[in-house]
């Protein structure tokens, strides 16, 4: 009698929490998996940046002196002064040094002059979408946040709805229908669990600072907003009006050689360049830390004025400062990327077949829904597909900033909106991965056309490979699947 | 826009089984009536599982981090705890209007938990 209670108020947890699972991914699904396509992909930002402008001039490292020439040829250039100038060292996977104002950047030739104009339409559209979804700053920031937010909360529920995930880590039954996409959805949730709910919960960290910064701030801090961040980041001291001669540029990134040979300055920022108050910074990464580098301040003659202690301070300081190459997986050169890129496929298989569940279970049920099944599979489909066309006009047309994103989220709804008017999910899935191939191969096509001599450079070959790749691996999965026997498809339901 | 479509169309495909379901059983009187009142129901748990969740969370983890703060913890290790409490507790509330199957009872709750800590928070203040 015990037992039967038991199992009856199990089953009604299961039940429940996979309505909880359900209602979750039916409402929020699809942008979540948008966000784990461009997750994925992001990672390699600095891969695609290279391959996008491969003609920028390249080198693993840059002088003190080129490094300064170059950011004050830039400087002295502009018409509005800035307020702030970077210069972007060389990194492995980026090796190019960048000069950046408030307005635009410039590549910087290692004998410091200045190159051409760094542009990268694609990648930066890439990573606006993974941001902010393409909204407004804090507005997208918040609502990615909260969309990892949904995240964890779609793992705790379905965790919960499966109390046996454990156990059956390692079941996976073949045959056709809803019960091989269970068993993928459910081991695969179970394997990349640590890797998924850490990432959710990075990304939510850093999409909701904002916004618990700004409830913090006017609870505790009068509505000083930067008083939340100073002491975990350090603060910007009050900008002193007043003309000045340009800080020492060369001095403080000749002392960082010195002093710290074993450490790897990816950015210089001198604050308020020519004022009476201006002052800078070095961000110089840690080998074999999570952080993802510590500030070290300079005056405006060069003179060290100590570091903030994001690599020494307190455990606060070192936890968020690895929050983000935790997310970004960029802590561990190209073994770790390797390894994001393997679960954020992973992720996207496991939102891509959850709802897939959700439609075969009703198809089986006799209760289909096949205009929102082929608007799901225009979401899941439609996303690489789309993104092949604004790569195709980024590097073929020329396009970039608002035009990429009109390209993007017009053709991905009137993708949806012609899927749910053919309400046909098997030749929308057919017809979104035949046109993912078509518009990858013309973007890599133009590419190789565009810069044919440079083909064999490292920072065209990677991303060229892996695009042909993906066309013969998508390519492949179109082949018409050979007929199972009925008998291999009378397995049980989970 | 197209999202907000879909979930349209999911929300109506989901209405229209049970609707089916219940007049397969006879049951076909003041269906309108039921249906209305389950599509407000559906609407009032969207939002208690985003936003209501989410501002619940917000009113802790700041009233969190204004308790730390007078017990004299480390302000970034406050910060630190605040943050990932915010997303943990957002998820947690999330999962929790989703689960719990009478809607008092979780409308109660949430709230509850997001009016507990502004109180605290404008008795301080």
Known sequence: MKNSICTKASSERVQKSLEAHSVIALALGGLIY??????????????????????????SSISPEAAARAATSV???????????????????????VITTDTQAFFANSDGTVGPREHFPWTQFLLDLHYYLHLPQILGLTVVGALGVFLI?????????HPRIFRDAFTFRRGAGRVPLTDL???????????????ALTGAFLGLASILAISIASVSFSGDFFAVFSPVFGNEPPAIEGDA??????????????????????????HDPATAGQHSTIIAEHSDRLIFGEYYNFDASGAYQGNVGISDGTIGQQIIGSVYNVHF??????????????FGLSLSVIIASGLRIYFTGRREKGRPAPRLEAGWEAIVWGTPTMLAVTLLGAVGLGSDGVSLILIFWLGLAGLCIGATAIARPDRVLRGLKTATCLFVSLAMLVHVAKYIDLLGSSALLPITLTLLFLVLFVGISLRPEPLRSSAK?????E | MVLLVLAVLGREAVSSERREAKESRGRVAETEKITGLKLLRKVWVGFLIGPISGLAALAISTAMFAVFKDLGLDHSINLTIVS??????????????????RLLRKSLGVIGLGILPLAYLISVA
Not at chain 1, 185 to 199: D, G, K
């Open chain 2, 84 to 101: 990932f409490a915010f997303t943990l507790l957002w998820s947690g509330l999330s999962v929790f209007a989703g689960f719990e199957p």
């Open chain 1, 153 to 161: 909360a779609m793992s705790i529920s379905g965790f919960m709805a």
């Open chain 1, 34 to 59: 948008i966000l784990a396509v461009t997750g994925t992909l992001s990672v390699f930002n600095h891969e695609f940046q290279r391959w996008e402008q491969p003609t920028a001039p390249e080198m």
């Open chain 1, 329 to 342: 997986g960029n802590w561990g050169g190209l073994p770790v990327k390797l390894a994001y890129l393997i």
């Open chain 1, 75 to 97: 400087f002295e250039s502009e018409a509005t002064p800035t307020t702030h100038l970077y210069i972007n060292f060389p990194q492995p996977d980026l090796p190019r040094t």
């Open chain 1, 489 to 493: 498809t009378k397995v049980s339901a």
């Open chain 1, 245 to 270: 001669a340009i800080a020492e540029i060369a001095v403080p990134i000749a002392y960082m050689q010195d002093n710290y040979p074993d450490l790897l300055p990816t950015y210089f920022i001198l």
């Open chain 1, 185 to 199: 959805h459910n081991r695969l949730s179970v394997w990349t669990a640590p890797f998924h709910i850490s990432n």
